[in-house]
Structures are given as structure tokens and as C-alpha cells.
């Protein structure tokens, strides 16, 4: 099997070196990943300047562009051939709820999807990223499983969240939903040096809702996320009420 690894907060982070070694206990892998912190660079796509790409002394594709760039140049021109599996990850930090929105660890596994190229995105929801080491064979079983299905549902993506716990801590494997953040204080006001105003998004506590299938709670109590994701986000149930509306010229 030929997996491609890659991530969004660049192809130094330790939780992609732990993504690949597990992932090099199921088959071929191969690394592209960014050559810097791209997180929150959600789907974005680099259009209007060349992108250049080089191989490090240990075989990582490092690509000057965005998760998205790195996947399409990975299966386009950079692999001899298409891989079997894409994973993405180990984010430092949880991919839950509108996350999926914003996060370039997801977005790189959706641009898998797109081009029919399997995936899952792995994100750790603690803060310890110098201990995800100790994740490797938890990974490694889990991702067993997962790459092991006879078929894996087309048009979707697997979003992963491990709780922020020792791996021995684990209680076991949820399926969830999305569930919905909350941000309080979305937006910092502060005064630079010179006394000029500017402002910095996110950084303030966030607080969490949702159904009790939703993903945050699986980790809050110590499971394994595991959420199924589909790219088409028509609303079919909306779409004969709003043809009610009788839009027309
Ligand atoms: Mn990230």
C-alpha cells in the first residue's frame, strides 16, 4: 500500500514524524508537507506565483506552498505513482467541530478526496506535541484498521481526534458528529510599542455544544474521535422549501 503523509504545520513537526513512522509499519509512505506553520490556511490554493518543491536529506518532499498544494503536487507530479491513502497530521491542536473549516491538516485529506485518493485527518487535542512519540502504536493499530477496510466509502474523509491524554489513558473509539464552537473573546485588542491599535484573532477560551454524539465530548471523556466527513455540503432537506420561494427574473 502507498500512503502519502503530510500536514499543515510544516514538515518538521514531530507529529508528522510520528504520523509517518506509523505509517510505515502498514506500507510505502511518502512525505509532502509545507515548508512552514500553514495552519488555518484552510483549502487555499497557490495561483499567482511558482511554487518550488525540494527533498530533504531524509526524503521529505518540502513544498513552499500551502496542505492543498502539497496533495495535488504530491499525486500530480511529485509521486511516481497515485498513493492508496492519504493521511494528515498529527495536527498539534483538535480539528473539532467548525475547525474543519479553517484547518489546512483537513483540508489537505478533502483535496485527497477531490481527487479520489482515500484519507483521514489525525489531530492531537492537547498541548503536549513533545510527547505525541508515545502515540506511535496506538496509531499504528488504529490506522490498521482504518487503511485495512475492504472499501472505504467514496466522496469521504475520516476527521480524527486522539483526547489529551497519556495513549495508555485512551478508553477506546467513538464515531461522532461535528459538534460547534463557541469563541469568547474571537478578537484581541492590544496596543504595539508605538501605542498603534491592531488585533488578533482567536486565542480566546472557547467553550463547546452539540448533541451527545459530538466529538469534543468523546474526547472530553477520554475517547478516540472519529468523525465521517462529506464534501457535499448541500442541504437536500432546504432545497424544496427554498424552491417555494419561486426565485425568478
Ligand atoms: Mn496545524
Known amino acids: 500500500m502507498k500512503i502519502?503523509?503530510?500536514?499543515?504545520?510544516?514538515y518538521m513537526a514531530e507529529g508528522l514524524r510520528?504520523?509517518?513512522?506509523?505509517?510505515?509499519?502498514?506500507?510505502?509512505v511518502n512525505v509532502?508537507?509545507?515548508?512552514?506553520?500553514q495552519s488555518a490556511t484552510s483549502h487555499s490554493l497557490t495561483i499567482h506565483r511558482p511554487i518550488r518543491a525540494r527533498r530533504s536529506a531524509d526524503g521529505v518532499y518540502v513544498v513552499d506552498g500551502t496542505p492543498t498544494d502539497c496533495v495535488i503536487m504530491a499525486v500530480n507530479e511529485l509521486l511516481a505513482s497515485t498513493p492508496d491513502f492519504c493521511l494528515s497530521g498529527v495536527n498539534h491542536g483538535s480539528n473539532m467541530g467548525e475547525d474543519v473549516l479553517y484547518s489546512g491538516t483537513?483540508?489537505?485529506?478533502?483535496e485527497a478526496t477531490v481527487i479520489g485518493v482515500p484519507s483521514a485527518a489525525i489531530s492531537y487535542t492537547g498541548d503536549e506535541f513533545e510527547t505525541l512519540d508515545h502515540w506511535g502504536p496506538l496509531l499504528e493499530g488504529l490506522l490498521r484498521q482504518i487503511l485495512g477496510q475492504d472499501t472505504f466509502p467514496p466522496h469521504t474523509l475520516l476527521n480524527v481526534n486522539l483526547p489529551a491524554v497519556a495513549p495508555e489513558g485512551v478508553r477506546g473509539v467513538r464515531i461522532t458528529s461535528l459538534g460547534r464552537r463557541r469563541y469568547a473573546d474571537a478578537i484581541t485588542r492590544i496596543l504595539d510599542p508605538r501605542g498603534r491599535e491592531h488585533f488578533w484573532i482567536g486565542g480566546g477560551i472557547s467553550a463547546w455544544n452539540g448533541g451527545r454524539e459530538a466529538d469534543f465530548r468523546a474526547v472530553q471523556e477520554g475517547f478516540i474521535s472519529v468523525t465521517p466527513l462529506h464534501l457535499d455540503l448541500t442541504s437536500y432537506e432546504l432545497m424544496e422549501e427554498i424552491r417555494g420561494w419561486n426565485l425568478a427574473l
Open 4 to 10: 502519502l503523509c503530510t500536514n499543515d504545520d510544516g
Open 18 to 28: 510520528v504520523l509517518a513512522e506509523a505509517a510505515r509499519t502498514l506500507g510505502e
Open 32 to 37: 509532502v508537507a509545507p515548508d512552514r506553520e
Open 106 to 110: 483537513v483540508a489537505a485529506a478533502m
